[in-house]
């Protein structure tokens, strides 16, 4: 639950930050600096020492992995899609621009239908992608799984261990198995 809800929040919000860090889509100088350098900010650190730092703030447990792998999919969502915003076709941009769209009304009929592909597919491999960090996310402090690896080694109960590690195994391996087939119907 804390990969789905991680992955679904970041990914909203990292395409909110995409518009905002592309030239394309932002004609504000300020902003557009201000976006990449905060996302530049936001990728320096891997998610381990979010949720180090999100311990500190709202202690031990799911939440601090949750606000973890949102902030740390919000950098990662918001510079793939830049990057694709920032080579979609200029004819319809040049469309909307000549029909007097203002910013928004540009980002949304112009560039957004041209870069939903890709930014589905960027979603589902920060989804695949959280699945497995919030095994990493849940030993440093964040909850979950991972914590409940945590307490059974402390327990020296490594037949749980390896059972919940064969378990994640299936689990992620049918996450990937469906997201080829979400993809093949998607595309």
């Known amino acids: ?10 990914v909203a919000v990292g395409l909110l930050f995409a518009f905002m860090a592309s030239r394309v889509t932002n004609r504000s100088g300020w902003l557009y600096q201000t976006t990449k350098w905060f996302l530049a900010v936001l990728r320096s650190l891997p998610d381990v020492a979010y949720v180090l730092i999100f311990v500190a703030v709202v202690g031990v447990g799911s939440m601090a992995g949750i606000l973890a792998l949102f902030v740390f999919n919000i950098g990662i969502a918001a ?10 076709d200029p004819g319809p941009l040049e469309a909307a621009d000549a ?5 928004a009304g540009r980002s949304r009929w112009a ?8 930014y589905r597919a960027y979603a589902r491999y920060i989804s695949e992608r959280n ?8 030993y440093a402090g964040g909850g979950g799984i991972g914590q409940v690896i945590q307490v059974q080694l402390a327990r ?6 390896s059972a919940i590690v064969i378990a ?10 469906f997201s080829q087939y979400a993809r093949r119907r998607l595309v």
């Open 99 to 103: 029909a007097g769209a203002g910013t």
């Open 111 to 118: 560039a957004l239908p041209q870069i939903l592909p890709n």
């Open 156 to 161: 020296f109960n490594y037949e749980n261990v």
């Open 1 to 10: 639950s804390i990969a789905v809800i991680a992955s679904f929040f970041g």
């Open 131 to 138: 699945s497995r960090a919030a095994v990493g996310i849940g």
């Open 79 to 88: 510079k793939l899609t830049s990057e694709t915003i920032d080579a979609v």
């Open 168 to 177: 994640m195994f299936v689990v992620v391996l049918l996450i990937d198995q």
